[in-house]
């Protein structure tokens, strides 16, 4: 595969540089205006938005924490599982705060909701670039690329986000002290655990991609677990701003059993591909 040995679909002649970048520009421009219509809409129910799911794992009343408690007590396990009681509200300290936290989070959910689509200009910007054989043992590539970012996206809303709200907010060294946070601390963390954990959470789709065209093999990341454990600590501690190690930890063990999965599927892949590169020479 070379990213810059791409031919027309037009006239199937090969493309220039200026070319790429033609196309290039292009595609931006589409997944752009695509994430701007998705933000303009959410921009329009804004404070709809705003108390009914961005606040959501702010509340003591939201789904993840009755739904733990219920889980607990239908496996016996009493109130285990049940979240401690909080009550929080947040502080807006800047006169524009509020309101150019309307614009963050519009944009934000923008992408989420454009996400398949900007996948797809990016796919086929590069799909050109790929031979026949690359481009059929990666069919379907946008719909499990989608599938696993809103996993990630759920995963950082519903069950990262609440543990993080539940602990922080019961936390204290002192009576004295009482927790105010900030609107903007709380709405950057919300997007870090949400569209940063829906992005690394492409780990496996990656690396089975990886494996389709030969570049990585099961022995090489078995060889290599390691050193991937620090990379996905590294990259824990990028979404997590606050890095502690609670928040840490909650991050980085579903990020490596991801990896671990990822070893997985690349060794059912690899398989896989040299059956199908045996045919083909026999």
């Given at each position: 595969?070379?990213?810059?040995?791409?031919?027309?679909?037009?006239?199937?002649?090969?493309?220039?540089?200026?070319?790429?970048?033609?196309?290039?520009?292009?595609?931006?421009?589409?997944?752009?205006?695509?994430?701007?219509?998705?933000?303009?809409?959410?921009?329009?129910?804004?404070?709809?938005?705003?108390?009914?799911?961005?606040?959501?794992?702010?509340?003591?009343?939201?789904?993840?924490?009755?739904?733990?408690?219920?889980?607990?007590?239908?496996?016996?396990?009493?109130?285990?599982?049940?979240?401690?009681d909080?009550?929080?509200?947040?502080?807006?300290?800047?006169?524009?705060?509020?309101?150019?936290?309307?614009?963050?989070?519009?944009?934000?959910?923008?992408?989420?909701?454009?996400?398949?689509y900007?996948?797809?200009?990016?796919?086929?910007?590069?799909?050109?670039?790929?031979?026949?054989?690359?481009?059929?043992?990666?069919?379907?590539?946008?719909?499990?690329?989608?599938?696993?970012?809103?996993?990630?996206?759920?995963?950082?809303?519903?069950?990262?986000?609440?543990?993080?709200?539940?602990?922080?907010?019961?936390?204290?060294?002192?009576?004295?002290?009482?927790?105010?946070?900030?609107?903007?601390?709380?709405?950057?963390?919300?997007?870090?655990?949400?569209?940063?954990?829906?992005?690394?959470?492409?780990?496996?789709?990656?690396?089975?991609?990886?494996?389709?065209?030969?570049?990585?093999?099961?022995?090489?990341?078995?060889?290599?677990?390691?050193?991937?454990?620090?990379?996905?600590?590294?990259?824990?501690?990028?979404?997590?701003?606050?890095?502690?190690?609670?928040?840490l930890?909650?991050?980085?063990?579903?990020?490596?059993?991801?990896?671990?999965?990822?070893?997985?599927?690349?060794?059912?892949?690899?398989?896989?591909?040299?059956?199908?590169?045996?045919?083909?020479?026999?």
């Amino acid at each position: 595969m070379a990213l810059f040995k791409r031919y027309s679909e037009d006239t199937g002649a090969e493309m220039s540089f200026i070319d790429h970048l033609e196309a290039l520009r292009w595609h931006l421009v589409r997944s752009v205006i695509a994430v701007v219509v998705g933000a303009i809409i959410i921009f329009i129910y804004a404070k709809e938005v705003v108390h009914t799911i961005v606040m959501g794992p702010a509340r003591k009343d939201f789904v993840t924490y009755s739904a733990l408690c219920n889980l607990g007590r239908k496996l016996h396990l009493g109130d285990v599982l049940c979240l401690g009681d909080f009550t929080i509200k947040f502080q807006s300290n800047a006169m524009t705060e509020q309101f150019m936290t309307t614009f963050t989070i519009a944009f934000v959910g923008g992408f989420i909701v454009a996400f398949p689509y900007v996948f797809w200009e990016f796919w086929r910007f590069i799909k050109p670039a790929l031979s026949k054989k690359e481009v059929r043992r990666t069919s379907g590539i946008i719909f499990w690329v989608s599938v696993l970012f809103f996993m990630g996206v759920a995963f950082g809303y519903y069950i990262l986000t609440p543990f993080m709200v539940n602990f922080y907010s019961n936390y204290s060294l002192s009576p004295l002290i009482q927790f105010i946070p900030t609107l903007s601390d709380y709405i950057e963390n919300l997007i870090w655990t949400t569209v940063g954990i829906g992005v690394l959470f492409q780990m496996p789709l990656l690396i089975m991609f990886l494996s389709k065209i030969g570049i990585v093999s099961p022995t090489f990341l078995k060889k290599y677990r390691r050193h991937a454990f620090v990379v996905i600590l590294i990259a824990a501690a990028i979404i997590t701003p606050s890095t502690d190690p609670f928040s840490l930890t909650l991050v980085t063990i579903p990020l490596y059993a991801l990896f671990e999965a990822s070893v997985l599927l690349s060794k059912r892949v690899y398989k896989q591909r040299e059956k199908a590169d045996a045919e083909e020479w026999s």
